[in-house]
């Protein structure tokens, strides 16, 4: 195990569904960040936080939304997603942003019907 | 613009060979590099990484060959074993104004055969 769980491990969800994708770190490391994983192509930062503020946000859709209420927890709110966002989306962990060696949790596989 | 990519999108062995597993990154300001192993149903797990002032680092059954003139990576595992399996990762971090910022390669799936 890395120290970073990540809820629920699966999930299927409708286009007009709203849902909510969970991760904890328990490493006390300060920057968290979101990943997503298509088949065959590399992974995808999607947004990145560095002691809950948003550090960065990869041109991601809005239908994705995150949420980072301390440095332990990390959210990626669901709505009205569309097939094409069915992926495994990837939570990792930091000690801080500029430290590089980033500790990823098992992922949550979504599919979007 | 950033790229990590690799040669070889698959790699079969038989259990006790080495393995060498390349990769190739464009962007020379990269500074730090580290690899992964992915196996199935897991998220990426941390096995070395190394900075662009050293061009080799060991770790236990694993050694990284950085060379930064033609801009190459490698992982290299000795007597490979069938748990080695799996899909292994590049990432390339180009610090300053990219700081935290990982950029992945494809990927590479390693077989190994007992």
Same mark, same amino acid.
């Given at each position: 195990e890395t120290g970073v769980t990540? %809820?629920?491990?699966?999930?299927?969800?409708?286009? %007009?569904?709203?849902?909510?994708?969970?991760?904890?770190?328990?490493?006390?490391?300060?920057?968290?960040?979101?990943?997503?994983?298509?088949?065959k192509k590399p992974l995808e930062l999607m947004f990145v936080y560095n002691f809950k503020e948003q550090t960065e946000n990869n041109s991601v859709p809005s239908r994705f939304s995150p949420e980072c209420p301390n440095s332990s927890h990390l959210f990626l709110h669901l709505h009205t997603l569309q097939p094409e966002d069915s992926a495994l989306y990837l939570c990792a962990s930091s000690h801080g942003q500029a430290q590089e060696t980033q500790y990823f949790g098992p992922g949550t596989r979504l599919l979007v019907l | 613009g950033e790229s990590v990519g690799l040669h070889l999108p698959t790699l079969s062995v038989q259990e006790g060979d080495n393995s060498i597993i390349n990769c190739a990154y464009s962007n020379s300001a990269s500074d730090y590099f580290i690899w992964y192993k992915q196996e199935s149903g897991k998220?990426?797990?941390?096995? *070395?990484? *190394?900075?662009?002032?050293?061009? +080799?680092?060991?770790?236990?059954? @694993? =050694? @990284?060959?950085?060379? +930064? =003139? @033609? +801009?190459?990576?490698?992982?290299?595992i000795a007597a490979t074993q069938p748990g080695d399996s799996a899909v292994y990762f590049c990432a390339e971090n180009a610090g300053g104004t990219s700081y935290g910022k990982l950029t992945f390669g494809q990927g590479t799936i390693l077989t190994v055969h007992p």
């Open positions: 990540q %809820t629920p491990r699966h999930l299927v969800m409708g286009m %007009t569904n709203k849902k909510s994708l969970k991760c904890e770190q328990h490493l006390g490391h300060n920057a968290m960040y979101w990943y997503k994983q298509s088949a | 998220g990426p797990q941390f096995i *070395i990484d *190394i900075r662009s002032n050293m061009d +080799k680092r060991q770790g236990q059954r @694993v =050694t @990284v060959l950085l060379n +930064k =003139t @033609v +801009k190459h990576l490698s992982l290299q």
